[in-house]
């Protein structure tokens, strides 16, 4: 497998964030397969659960199939 990543800008996802009540609170990364078939990527998130609730962040995905946000597990 190959692959390219790169920084984005989460200015043409803001709206969107907005309107599910979220604020960008980290990088953005573009990830692009350029040959084989990538099933999973991890990724390391980190939150500090000792100040603030993990329900209170998600991580955006976006894939061919769209968007979407999901949970930060604990």
């Not at 709206?15 to 604020?23: P, Q, S, V």
């Not at 960008?24 to 990364?29: E, H, I």
């Not at 991890?42 to 979407?68: A, N, Q, R």
Request: net charge negative.
């Amino acid at each position: 497998i190959s692959f390219e990543y790169q920084f984005d800008s989460w200015e043409r996802h803001r709206e969107m964030l907005a309107c599910m009540d979220y604020i960008p609170a980290g990088p953005l990364m573009d990830i692009s397969v350029t040959s084989g078939n990538m099933e999973e990527v991890y990724l390391p998130h980190w939150i500090d659960t000792e100040s603030t609730s993990p329900d209170m962040f998600g991580v955006l995905h976006k894939d061919s199939c769209g968007e979407s946000v999901e949970n930060v597990p604990e």
